[in-house]
């Protein structure tokens, strides 16, 4: 079993950043992707950013350039800066890891960007 923990959300103005943390446990084996993903009021949830044991990123085109994921395999952590955060951005973020063919998800860390 895998637990993921995530910090980092709150409240910020526009033009802002954050950074969002999660933090891996468990039975972790071999290769494994870890991303973010987010799910705003109303709208499906959606692919923000994600990382691979590799260090290939990936990013969805709403956030390139402002967004840079990252990861510190060692600690099975990986983090999301968020800079220059619109309105746009508010959602609950929810950290994912996918091990073994085994999708795992935190309980969500909510960001809220005010105008």
């Known amino acids: 079993q895998v637990q993921l923990v995530e910090s980092g959300g709150g409240l910020v103005q526009a033009g802002g950043s954050l950074r969002l943390s999660c933090a891996a446990s468990?039975?972790?084996?071999?290769?494994?992707?870890m991303g973010w993903y987010r799910q705003a009021p109303g709208k499906q949830r959606e692919l923000v950013a994600s990382?691979?044991?590799?260090?290939?990123?990936n990013y969805a085109d709403s956030v390139k350039g402002r967004f840079t994921i990252s990861r510190d395999s060692a600690k099975n952590t990986v983090y999301l800066q968020m800079n220059s955060l619109e309105p746009e951005d508010t959602a609950v973020y929810y950290c994912?890891?996918?091990?073994?063919?085994?999708?795992?998800w935190g309980q969500g860390t909510r960001v809220t960007v005010s105008s």
């Open positions: 468990g039975s972790i084996v071999g290769s494994n992707i």
């Open positions: 990382i691979t044991t590799g260090d290939i990123r």
């Open positions: 994912n890891l996918w091990n073994s063919e085994i999708d795992y």
